[in-house]
């Protein structure tokens, strides 16, 4: 499984693509609203007026990163989440292969992840708000997959639990990783046990039991 960035005309985003790109990285070492203009077109090797032809204010900025990002998960979700690629795919291996993908995909952009739902919560009415690009798209279709796997799954409502469960991955990845500071001290676990034991809840919920002998 992979992030998948849709094709896009090299030359006329070329500049553009720089800009984003490095706003994305200085925000895993900082919040928005202590990046400068003059710091970002710097890192990408660029100029204030170059900046300033493309957006606004910084908020245009902030708009134009969500829209990338979106453009970006709902080609993933249409590749990743076809139920074409899943057949012959055990339960276990399917729970495991998307909550290994959510842990890297949150770690990889932390920063920008955090600066939009940090925006969306003190902006109510900006676009990250917008129902449109709401989580239920991925959401949705993780349903889907697992309502077609009720012989392997105990739970009553293989679709609720399967989009149910997603949901809480993606809230303790929001908790844990980009906000983990506030609970930094009363659960302390790297990555790759955090990732175990979400595998292990999920299949809980679901009520999906392991091979004998099989490990998470």
């Not at 090299?10 to 994305?24: H, I, K, P, W």
């Not at 708009?63 to 249409?78: C, F, G, I, K, S």
Request: charged share 25%; proline share 3%.
């Amino acid at each position: 499984m992979r992030w998948v960035r849709p094709a896009r005309q090299q030359r006329s985003q070329d500049t553009l693509d720089r800009l984003l790109g490095a706003a994305e990285e200085l925000l895993e070492h900082r919040h928005f609203e202590q990046l400068t203009v003059q710091e970002l077109v710097r890192r990408a090797k660029s100029s204030v007026g170059a900046f300033y032809a493309r957006f606004a204010d910084k908020e245009s900025l902030l708009a134009a990163m969500y829209d990338r990002h979106q453009q970006e998960a709902l080609a993933t979700v249409a590749v990743m989440l076809d139920p074409a690629r899943w057949q012959g795919v055990s339960t276990v291996a399917l729970v495991k292969t998307l909550v290994g993908f959510v842990c890297k995909l949150y770690r990889r952009k932390r920063g920008l992840m955090r600066a939009l739902v940090l925006h969306g919560h003190a902006h109510p009415d900006w676009r990250y708000a917008d129902p449109r690009f709401r989580d239920a798209n991925a959401v949705g279709r993780v349903g889907e997959l697992f309502a077609a796997r009720s012989a392997e799954i105990a739970h009553s409502d293989p679709r609720l639990a399967g989009s149910l469960g997603f949901l809480m991955v993606m809230a303790t990845l929001r908790e844990k990783i980009l906000f983990g500071e506030s609970t930094a001290s009363a659960v302390r676990v790297d990555d790759r046990r955090l990732e175990t034991e979400l595998v292990r809840a999920y299949l809980a919920y679901l009520g999906v039991k392991k091979r004998p002998g099989a490990t998470l």
